[in-house]
């Protein structure tokens, strides 16, 4: 009756973040979930998050990897700054046999951002030193992309059939940059996909119990992607979340399908002695 | 005059997180963040995080990449329950070629929990359905380790010389295994490495001014790690955190070496018109 998930054909992305200090547990990636959350509410699918340190190695590993899987996008934070631990683009360049040239577009950018810098007197001169000049430095073939709230241009490249774009780790940059420079790019691109989601809170039902009825749902209605969270077990009840997830090219089926995955769901629950909790749409 | 960093050996560690709740943007991951935070205080090193989704591919294959990269451990968390999309252990199975067996220790745990949750009320029947039964399925040879706050039992097993642990994605679940079974293995096998962490918090320098500066401590003093982290630009004041760590297989070495250090980095800053500000220390 409705087509399968194979049928529906999305634009993959991969994220690599770049940076010790999360890998160290001192810091919370907040920066790959921003970008899931958008890349998703787009219509594109993250398959897979990685974090590697400010090692050049370890960076164009995680480049490779990815270019290996063929994602329609890699998208890297961190690491674009002016210090000596600023390697990300060194490992973007290593990982696909480029050169790092000086770009003329980013060059400008930044000699644009010291003068004003100079004149507000946050830096004591506008001179683009060889550490601010790296930041010019990109991938032969490489476009840069405007920060208006830093120095660091981000960066964009295509190797092959995937995207690669290199975005600064200072959050408020990396939402610029993405918001302002790779959005309209992505919204261009990005295959369409209607998703439709639904959240079930139920009680009185354990997930174990409901595990293998759910998975009948899964294995009937394909294209239809279901998932149960527990939550605390309060007082000998337990409450579990339900997510309902379908997709469709088109939005009228993905609508529809999700109205039928939910109601089906709910009957099942209520056969059960579970109860339905009031839920937020 | 002090060691290079490579004569310090640290026990590696690779950090896999699975699950398409993640990947969606939905929620954080702060169990990757909790885990780094915990291995570090040890003296272990995190070299990598990586998170996939609810697929056995896509978690062998993440599993196996680690394995070649020859950490010392592979700790991974989520996809223990009994849902259909609770993958972990096939996953990790199929990737070190093992079979899933049912392990007599899981199994007895998983009787007595669910004789306690029909107890209270919480599940309708103690019965072993075969979604509870799944989570008795241990990749062969591997051991359970107990879950006292829900169900799922973590898992730890050796293959070569890398141990794999797997974990519950459930929060409270992880930290209690990780604390209560993990944690006093990992104490015997973690190498010592006595590690020392400075903050300084500096004004009126430019990153970028101070980079290269940075970059001589860096090469001149091998073992010692200098980040900086520029922080918001008010008033016209750039602001930045000055991140010095220096490791030694003695403390006292480690220790002597950090004061020296900051003492550099201090003059350098001052030398520059920058100021210091106070920090905790």
């Given at each position: 009756?409705?087509?399968?998930?194979?049928?529906?054909?999305?634009?993959?992305?991969?994220?690599?973040?770049?940076?010790?200090?999360?890998?160290?547990?001192?810091?919370?990636?907040?920066?790959?979930?921003?970008?899931?959350?958008?890349?998703?509410?787009?219509?594109?699918k993250v398959t897979r998050m990685v974090t590697v340190g400010d090692s050049i190695k370890d960076i164009s590993s995680s480049i490779r990897e990815a270019l290996k899987r063929k994602v329609d996008w890699i998208i890297t934070s961190g690491g674009l700054g002016p210090t000596y631990d600023d390697l990300t683009l060194q490992g973007v360049a290593k990982a696909i046999n480029r050169r790092l040239v000086l770009n003329k577009t980013a060059y400008e950018m930044l000699k644009e951002r010291y003068r004003m810098l100079a004149e507000k007197g946050v830096v004591e001169s506008p001179e683009l030193t060889p550490a601010r000049l790296k930041m010019a430095m990109l991938p032969r073939g490489a476009k840069p992309l405007r920060n208006r709230v830093g120095s660091a241009p981000g960066v964009l490249l295509k190797y092959g059939k995937t995207w690669v774009a290199c975005l600064p780790g200072v959050p408020s940059e990396l939402y610029s940059i993405f918001d302002e420079e790779l959005k309209p790019l992505l919204l261009k691109t990005i295959r369409k996909v209607f998703r439709i989601d639904k959240t079930l809170n139920i009680r009185k039902v354990a997930e174990s119990s409901l595990a293998p009825k759910i998975e009948q749902i899964i294995r009937k209605y394909h294209?239809?992607?279901?998932?149960?969270?527990?939550?605390?077990?309060?007082?000998?009840?337990?409450?579990?979340?339900?997510?309902?997830?379908?997709?469709?090219n088109k939005e009228e089926h993905a609508i529809e399908k999700a109205d039928y995955v939910e109601k089906i769901i709910k009957d099942i629950v209520v056969d059960m002695g579970g109860e339905l909790e009031a839920t937020e749409h």
């Open positions: 009756m409705w087509a399968r998930y194979a049928d529906f054909k999305q634009t993959l992305f991969e994220l690599i973040t770049i940076g010790y200090e999360i890998l160290d547990g001192r810091i919370l990636n907040t920066n790959s979930k921003w970008l899931a959350e958008n890349i998703t509410a787009m219509g594109g294209g239809v992607y279901v998932k149960t969270h527990p939550k605390t077990i309060e007082g000998g009840i337990s409450r579990i979340e339900i997510q309902i997830s379908v997709m469709s």
